[in-house]
């Protein structure tokens, strides 16, 4: 018997399991309804799901860094209780490991499993959120944070001109510094090339009727609306900020530093920041 999306839908309604398991379900039972419902609550799908209603407002940040790639996703929750469980940071250690290995993107079959296994064992709703990857060379040095017990986790990397370059105690260090800087202002771009183009122009209008109620010539205001560009930039871009570790550096004058101390080449390439329930 052939198997509908509306009668998948109606499975999905009735036992709120997931789309591609009530699919499954109706297959296996050549269409009938009932004996595909009582497939999913054999197979403990349906009881996991019936808790998706829930709010997940807690949970926690996972990293994983595999050779190549590095992963950072995050797994919420229902309560802080099970949060700080182990078997629930266990959960979330195993997805964000299988996210680097198989370099995943986005939430799949395989990952829906391993969330539906950790709400068998806690009986509470969890939702994978985000997922993001990271690609790495040889020649990059990548370090990892995660703060306040999984609340905000971020990935720096730096690419260097030499995996000598990249091993080295002192770049791991500024590695390390820069995901504390993340993780302390969020930086909303890396450098000023990523923004978007769209939104610079929505500042500088902004900017432009600040600046045209002063009783000012022309030119003086276009110098002041640059400067108020360039400041705003340089409090939301990355490289621009002031370092955490001393403000009358840049995150790029420090970059340059450690690269001029080593002998060798460093550029911020990439980051990742997350914290837990902010949207994207």
């Known amino acids: 018997m052939a198997v509908t999306p509306a009668d998948v839908k109606k499975l999905r309604d009735k036992t709120l399991a997931g789309m591609l ?21 054999e197979q403990g799908l349906a009881s996991a799901d019936k808790r998706s209603g829930r ?16 992963s950072i996703i995050e797994l ?28 995943y993107t986005a939430v799949n079959e395989e990952l829906e499993t391993l969330v539906k296994e950790a709400i068998s064992v806690l009986k509470e709703n969890m939702v994978l959120s985000k997922i993001s990857i990271m690609e790495l060379t040889d020649t990059d040095c990548v370090v990892n944070y995660i703060h306040n017990g999984g609340a905000i986790g971020v990935l720096v990397k730096l690419s260097c001109d030499s995996a000598a370059t990249a091993a080295k105690d002192e770049v791991k260090s500024l590695g390390t510094d820069l995901a504390l800087h993340a993780a302390a202002f969020n930086p909303s771009y890396l450098n000023r ?14 900017f432009s009727v600040q600046a045209s109620n ?13 400067g108020k560009l360039n400041k705003h930039l340089s409090q939301i871009c990355f490289v621009d900020q002031a370092f955490v570790k001393n403000d009358k550096l840049s995150v790029k004058q420090a970059i340059a530093e450690t690269a001029k101390a080593v002998g060798g080449s460093i550029e ?7 914290m837990v329930g902010e949207e994207v």
């Open 193 to 206: 090339d990523a923004v978007d183009v769209t939104y610079l122009k929505e500042q500088e209008e902004i």
């Open 214 to 226: 002063m009783d000012k010539p022309a030119k003086v205001i276009e110098g002041i609306v640059k």
């Open 21 to 41: 398991d009530c699919k499954k379900a109706l297959q296996a039972c050549d269409g009938d309804f009932a004996a595909a419902e009582k497939h999913l609550k």
């Open 76 to 103: 919420t929750c229902e309560t802080d209780f099970v949060s700080k469980n182990d078997a629930f940071k266990k959960s979330g250690q195993k997805i964000a490991d299988t996210v680097a290995e198989k370099k």
């Open 55 to 70: 709010a997940t407002n807690a949970g926690s940040v996972f990293i994983a860094i595999n050779g190549s790639t590095a």
């Open 268 to 274: 911020l390439s990439a980051y990742i920041y997350d």
